[in-house]
């Protein structure tokens, strides 16, 4: 007789979306309609957000039928109303409207906004019943201890997204914390991994978003292509996994395929493995605490041959070298850092910065918005305060350096 696998029933769940029509928001979004192919009600959806890419989502809400359908940008607010009217989607616009969609009901929220725009809306999201699945690391970046203060007191399940933080999450054994040598993060090394710096000089926004292992949007990209992304996510774990600074470790490993690994007293070393496709991370978090079906290609160890690993250079690449003394300073450091590399990454997508500008934008950031400054941030008010200040600091130090 043959053997009938049983199939693990998703959990149903009211979901919103933030940042649908990003490359999170997509592979979200590809999950749900994998699972609803089987399914239909396995999952609704509440909302989905975007910024400016209004056709893009309003093709998204005709597919998936969210209760709202939000664009960011209020100038894109016709097109939207338009193209959804007599759907019986409702529809709104604006920076507020994204973060009240964060606030309407619903279990499971999606946080892939990109960058610190994604602080608000992912706050909102933050309160009893809910389960957050954080992909956007800048905002934890930016206010770490508000946000985690805020995740407590509201009682809040927080899944990490980001494949390294999940694949921690997978191994970290909370009974054993105290048990735990380190956290080791892995890199793929990016796409200049092997580049001199005099080859960097001349790299262009396509030469560094071309990422060797993962699709991914074009920030997240180009801080992959600088190793920032790494630093970012050592500040993302230190305040995830409440780890200090001397617990945490980046090995670079170019096949991406162990997500990350955490090390223990005894000697045991564990670590999640899977090929690098952000469905994986995202189908854990879709169907905490059960695992569930993920569309993503099979690992197939055989054909992979070899794991390597390497030690990151910090001298080819200084945004990891500036993220990491961030992380140790601590305090203001990290918002300051994270808003300076926004403003930096987005003028050398433009072509107005060259690549290795980014890590001198992000220095002279430093230097001028954090020495010798004892801030203290008590409010988010505070954090996105000095976002601004960090933000046209950075502008400035980028106009300097090209004229
Ligand atoms: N991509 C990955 O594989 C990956 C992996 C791990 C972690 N992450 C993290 O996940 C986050 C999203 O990354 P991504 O690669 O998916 O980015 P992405 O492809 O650039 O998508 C970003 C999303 O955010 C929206 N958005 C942009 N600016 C906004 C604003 N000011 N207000 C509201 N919404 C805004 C975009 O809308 P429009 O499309 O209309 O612009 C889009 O829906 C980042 O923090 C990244 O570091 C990504």
């Known amino acids: 007789m043959a053997e009938v696998t049983p199939r693990v029933s998703v959990p149903p769940r009211r979901i919103s979306i933030l940042g649908a029509t990003g490359s999170v928001g997509a592979s979200t979004l590809d999950l749900i309609a994998h699972h609803r192919s089987r399914d239909s009600g396995?999952?609704?959806?509440?909302?989905?957000?975007?910024?400016?890419?209004?056709a893009e989502l309003a093709g998204l809400a005709m597919r998936f039928r969210p209760r709202l359908a939000v664009i960011g940008d209020p100038s894109r607010y016709g097109e939207l109303k338009a193209a959804l009217a007599g759907t019986g989607i409702e529809t709104a616009a604006g920076a507020m409207a994204v973060e009240e969609a964060a606030l309407r009901p619903a279990d499971w929220i999606m946080a892939a906004i990109v960058g610190t725009a994604g602080l608000r809306p992912a706050m909102a999201a933050l309160r009893p019943g809910v389960t957050l699945a954080l992909a956007n690391k800048e905002c934890l970046v930016s206010a770490g201890p508000l946000f985690m203060a805020r995740v407590a007191e509201a009682g809040?399940?927080?899944?990490?997204?980001?494949?390294?933080?999940?694949?921690?999450?997978?191994?970290?054994?909370?009974?054993?914390?105290?048990?735990?040598?380190?956290?080791?993060?892995?890199?793929?090394?990016?796409?200049?991994?092997?580049?001199?710096?005099?080859?960097?000089?001349?790299?262009?926004?396509?030469?560094?978003?071309?990422?060797?292992?993962?699709?991914?949007?074009?920030?997240?990209?180009?801080?992959?292509?600088?190793?920032?992304?790494?630093?970012?996510?050592?500040?993302?774990?230190?305040?995830?996994?409440?780890m200090p600074p001397s617990q945490l470790d980046i090995v670079v490993h170019p096949q991406s395929i162990v997500h990350s690994l955490v090390s223990y007293k005894d000697g045991s070393v564990l670590a999640q493995m899977a090929s690098p496709d952000m469905r994986t991370p995202i189908a854990y978090a879709l169907g905490y605490p059960q695992r569930i079906e993920a569309p993503a290609p099979r690992l197939d160890l055989i054909a992979m041959g070899a794991l390597t690993f390497e030690k990151a250079d910090l001298a080819r690449f200084p945004c990891l070298a500036l993220a990491e003394a961030s992380l140790k300073e601590g305090g203001i450091a990290p918002t300051v850092l994270t808003a300076a590399n926004e403003i930096a990454v987005a003028a050398f997508l433009k072509r107005r910065l060259g690549f290795l500008d980014i890590s001198h934008v992000v220095e002279e950031v430093m230097t001028r918005c954090v020495s010798g400054?004892?801030?203290?941030?008590?409010?988010?008010?505070?954090?996105?305060?000095?976002?601004?200040e960090a933000r046209s600091c950075a502008e400035e130090s980028a106009k300097a350096l090209v004229s």
Not at 379 to 388: G, K, Q
Request: net charge negative; glycine share 4%; with cysteine.
């Open 42 to 54: 396995c999952f609704e959806i509440e909302a989905l957000t975007a910024q400016s890419r209004v």
């Open 156 to 242: 809040v399940r927080l899944l990490p997204v980001d494949s390294e933080h999940n694949a921690i999450f997978q191994v970290f054994e909370p009974a054993n914390r105290a048990a735990i040598d380190r956290l080791i993060l892995t890199a793929s090394g990016g796409p200049f991994r092997t580049w001199t710096r005099e080859q960097m000089r001349a790299a262009t926004p396509e030469q560094a978003v071309a990422h060797p292992r993962w699709s991914m949007g074009m920030k997240i990209s180009v801080d992959s292509a600088t190793l920032m992304n790494k630093g970012l996510e050592l500040i993302e774990a230190h305040y995830l996994f409440d």
């Open 373 to 388: 400054r004892p801030l203290t941030l008590t409010t988010i008010e505070d954090v996105l305060s000095l976002d601004r």
